[in-house]
């Protein structure tokens, strides 16, 4: 009787284990070929889209990550900084990383860089069929050359695994392409490809020099990222008439708060980093300035600090913005996306 019982249930177990088995390998499927048209649909969107990819500064928290972005028009795919947990919202997003244009670097802080060298292995991993072209201000080279060393092992041994048939060494790595900007009160157009337009201006994040902004420009639409900066008179130039304008702004009066709390609780070194942060970054009002002064239609406060999550938090970051600048202001989130139709 027993073995009777043992054979029924396993002439009902074997059908039951097989349709799971085809049921998950039919999810599989279905999750892939969404993937692919995803994509597929972004590379060939008649629209700019920019996603941000996250929204904060450096300071630890559970809903912002450093500020980056990723642009996408014209079949071109282009990166802006690559700070920790980057790589893996881009993923998230399903962004087409195997098709990555170029990886484009304001400055060299550590929240702005940190993350460069997974986003060589995850596009190469994905299908990049070249090294990666990284651009940036003087000083680039040093950083491109010290992730390739320290990713070099790693490389090698994917190519070992794999074989060079489907990882080919050849385009693993990152090739460096420094901008050189000769005059600071004007823009330079380094990247023309498929309608899309790119140019780098210098900004003011004193010490680090130099560091830079970008303005994209495709199909009569106008993108601009300020770049970590305090507000100079060139900036408003540099983002005239942008559709959207994507400006840093750091709320001094909320960190100096933090600098005398941790005064009085003992803690003088984090005390005395708070304070020397509010000297090379702008508020919320200046950045408001800013967009009024260059004439922009949105404005998309990024790099926020502190990482601002509650509600209250919010209107103390955002107060005195509207009353200097009457068109739209949006206080950036992590994974939100932005999309301009041709004009």
């Known amino acids: 009787m027993k073995k009777i019982t043992q054979a029924l249930l396993f002439l009902l177990i074997v059908p039951f284990l ?53 642009v996408i028009a014209g079949g071109e795919f282009i990166m802006v900084d690559v700070g920790p947990g980057i790589v893996k919202n881009m993923n998230l997003l399903n962004l087409p990383a195997g098709k990555i244009s170029a990886l484009f670097l304001t400055h060299f ?19 990049r069929d070249k090294k990666l072209d990284v651009y940036g201000p003087k000083g680039v080279k040093q950083v491109v050359d010290g992730y390739n060393m320290a990713y070099g092992l790693d490389a090698g041994y994917r190519t070992a695994h794999h074989t060079e048939e489907w990882m080919p060494s050849k385009n693993s790595g990152m090739v460096t392409h420094t901008l050189n900007i000769t005059d600071p009160a ?22 680090i020099d130099p560091a830079v902004g970008y303005r994209f420009e495709y199909r009569g639409n106008v993108v601009v990222i300020s770049g970590d900066t305090v507000k100079t008179p060139t900036l ?19 960190v100096m708060t933090i600098s005398r709390v941790a005064k009085e609780m003992n803690n003088p070194l984090l005390s005395r980093q708070m304070r020397d942060v509010t000297d090379y970054h702008m508020t919320p009002v200046e950045a408001a300035e800013v967009a009024r002064e260059a004439g922009v239609k949105k404005l998309v406060l990024v790099h926020v600090v502190p990482p601002i999550e509650s509600y209250f938090a919010k209107r103390m970051y955002l107060a005195g913005t509207n009353d200097v600048f009457d068109g739209e202001i949006i206080l950036g989130e992590d994974m939100s996306t932005f999309e301009l139709d041709p004009k």
Do not use: Y
């Open 109 to 127: 802080h550590s929240d702005h860089i940190s993350d460069m060298g997974e986003l060589d292995f995850m596009t190469w991993a994905q299908g």
């Open 236 to 254: 408003s130039k540099f983002a005239r008439n942008a559709d959207l304008f994507f400006c840093e702004a750091l709320h001094k009066e909320m």
């Open 18 to 70: 097989t349709s799971c088995d085809s049921m998950v390998e039919s999810q599989i499927k279905k999750n892939m070929k969404k993937r692919q048209e995803q994509q597929a649909a972004l590379l060939s969107s008649e629209k700019i889209q920019v996603f941000l990819l996250g929204s904060g500064g450096p300071m630890p928290n559970e809903t912002r990550d450093t500020t980056a972005f990723a």
């Open 186 to 207: 004007e823009a330079v157009l380094f990247f023309d490809r498929n309608g899309l337009k790119a140019w780098v201006f210098i900004v003011d994040h004193s010490p």
